[in-house]
């Protein structure tokens, strides 16, 4: 069975760091989905793919903050990377705070954003995993009797 890539999903308003991102990210072996803005995104994407969301802070309409704060509030979270042209640290707190499992500042670092594409796509991974053990433990849990279910919570 062939396994897909995880996928980067990549929100920014500026064509040349779209191309630039997804370049950088396939250069890893990870496959990329551009968008231009975040209702692009919301509209389009299918956030149950592993993988993570690179967004800038900077889009016209829905903001990139507005955008990390939706995503962690979806039954299916991604990891969520915010670049930005207007870094501070007040400003990655916030972004934090809201949603974001990382903060970088343009110009990035290539291997640095590397890096952290890689930690919070593999922190994805294992957050699959230890979702889809859950599910099955409980699924095989509710398939216990009523007596077998009270000699559990007595071990």
Not at 41 to 70: H, Q
Not at 94 to 112: H, I, M, T, V, Y
Request: charged content about 25%; aromatic content about 4%.
């Amino acid at each position: 069975m062939h396994k897909e890539p995880p996928c980067v999903r990549i929100i920014d308003d500026e064509p040349a760091v779209r191309k630039l991102l997804a370049a950088l990210t396939g250069s890893i072996g990870f496959s990329a989905r551009m968008y231009e803005s975040a209702e692009q995104f919301m509209a389009t994407d299918r956030l149950s793919d592993p993988g993570c969301v690179l967004v800038d802070l900077g889009l016209k309409g829905i903001s990139g903050k507005e955008l990390v704060r939706w995503i962690s509030q979806q039954p299916v979270s991604l990891p969520t990377i915010v670049v930005s042209g207007q870094g501070s640290i007040q400003l990655a707190v916030e972004c934090l705070k809201n949603g974001a499992s990382d903060f970088l500042e343009k110009p990035f670092d290539s291997a640095r954003l590397v890096t952290v594409v890689r930690d919070v796509v593999a922190a994805d991974a294992d957050n699959r995993v230890a979702s889809a053990q859950k599910e099955h433990i409980h699924a095989r849990y509710s398939k216990l009797s009523l007596r077998e279910q009270q000699v559990l919570s007595c071990l």
